[in-house]
């Protein structure tokens, strides 16, 4: 994993190189190992080995473009994989942040063909791919990446992101410029680039509590690629084309008939994807939170080297809070007992926390939602601290899976609007039972709740309301949400409710956000993540699978709880109640962070968003003890993020 920019000026730059050069130097946390720049004269007339040099511009007249990279190395420790890394006759250039974990397949198959190789790296594998198969190279990569390639043969910068968009990949125009980058940081500062909030998106961070919903960002004009596409620069005339290469409901599935048939082939494709993510030059260890997923990628990590007859030593990571509302360690030191881990636990403090905030706010680029961000974070600083490259982690799972307690009453209303009553009373039922709440509270209609509300008292779910945003902003932005389109598209028909909200959980709202989030906090120690249950073929699995597959008798994530019997211990694997990575939250706001909250409330720039008074009285009932959001942090994030990009 690494980091990337680029910059394409049509009739040739003119910012001073030392400027453009600090746009890479900025991210210097993505890439310790080493840095390469090699500039471009990528016009027409242009020709030969004189139309490029590295580090230095030594033509004689203004170059065009720019690739930068910053290297952490992860596959072919070698000098000789550094980048930006060029053909054999350097008319295609390439700088790549990720992995390609098919690369020792892709590598067999072009030698094949007659391609000859000088690294061991799967950046080498991509230029080879790339010169082999032109764009339908990317369909045949397993990985994660964000790349970009300088085709000087077609004229055109092709730029590439993952299917699910695990690796970040932001880029603006301006009048006379394009530029690229592994995180906006690098963007903002560039001339022609115009620091200025997005009211619409601070607008669905403020009232619906999203962010990372669609191309724009929180930075008026700087977008990111989406998932699956490609971007196309033309070199002539500085045009853009988006393209997309994948599109997962699309893909032919075999959908098997049997539970025990589906967890088998789940288990076998988890399985495959783990052991393709253990490669690597260096240690590669993993997150552990004493959950389901991150418990299912750590059995497997033993079972794989045990099978392999490998004694490597296996490293787990792990946070820890000794409040009620986050303890999770009763189930992570069984996890790290069934899995033979060497493990590292760490407890984030409140003291910690405010020292970190600030750099925290500034290496996620973007406000974020929660401090369960920071549990995260101080866990990758673990990471770093035991000399540990790579870990595996389970992000990805519950999004596919409906592992949010969020997500059941859309499986039952789905039962119910397919007329399968008695299956939606019975998992209403079993759901019930686990969670510890009222049978009358789940029943998922209307009709049969009223009916039985004498066995249980229940009410229905109130009204998103926020108060405290400013009267005039929330005016302005009525009908300009991009969570709400995110909201519209129904792949799975007007009655597939529970695919519908786990296609949108998926691609569009949770799982990019949370792969912000980890790309950040990972990348702030110099650390790659990696997601074993996003690999896409898996994922197509998954969302093939009818909803059954997923709930049964009261449990998410039933198949893959079937796929880990006998493989995980047996209150992980049925553990009906899910946590992660949490932090204290009500704990620190009303403690750690009050003060901070108080003048985020206060602060002019935030004037325009909330509500002074009416945002008080919510802290105020929230430190009485009366009521809990995570509204206060909301605010405090946005005037933090504001003041560090002088916004």
Known sequence: MCGIFGYFAQDGITVPERQLLDSSEIIAHRGPDGQGAVWFDARPDAGGAAAFSHDRWTGERRPSVLFCHRRLAIIDLSNEALQPMASDEDMLWIVFNGEIYNYVELRHELQERGAVFRTSSDTEVILKAYEAWGMDAFPRFIGMWALALLDRRSRRLVLSRDRFGVKPLYYVKTADAFAFGSEIKQLVRLPGVER?????VIHDFLHYEASDCGEETFFEGILRLPPGRNLIVDLDDGSLRQK??????????EVPQTHAEAAERFRELLKESVRIHLRADVPVGTCLSGGLDSSAIAML?????????LSVERHAFSAEFDVPEADERYYTRMSIEAAQVRSHVMQPREEDLLADLHKLVWHQDEPFGSTSIYAQWSVFRLVQQA?????????????????????????????MAQRRHLRALSESWHWARLQGRPFATQIPYPGLKRMLSAFGSTSPAAA?????IAPEFAAGNVGNSAYVEALAPQPFGADGHFGNVLHRFFFRTNLPALLRFEDRNSMAFSVEARVPFLDHRLVEYAFALPSHFKMRDGYTKRVLRDAMKGTLPEEIRMRARKMGFATPERLWQTGPLKPLIESAIADPKLERYIDRRAAM????????GQSFSFAPWRWLNLSLWMKEFAL
């Open 617 to 624: 009285a919510h802290f105020e009932r929230i430190c009485a």
């Open 301 to 309: 990590m033993r079972e794989i080297a045990n099978e392999a007859g």
């Open 196 to 200: 200025r909030a997005n009211d619409r």
């Open 464 to 468: 998103i309301e926020q108060p405290w």
């Open 244 to 253: 997309s290469y994948y599109e997962p409901l699309e893909q032919p599935v």
């Open 387 to 415: 000399g540990v490259k790579v870990v595996l982690d389970g992000q990805g799972a519950d999004e596919m899976l409906g592992g949010y307690a969020s997500t059941v009453p859309f499986f039952l209303l789905e039962q």
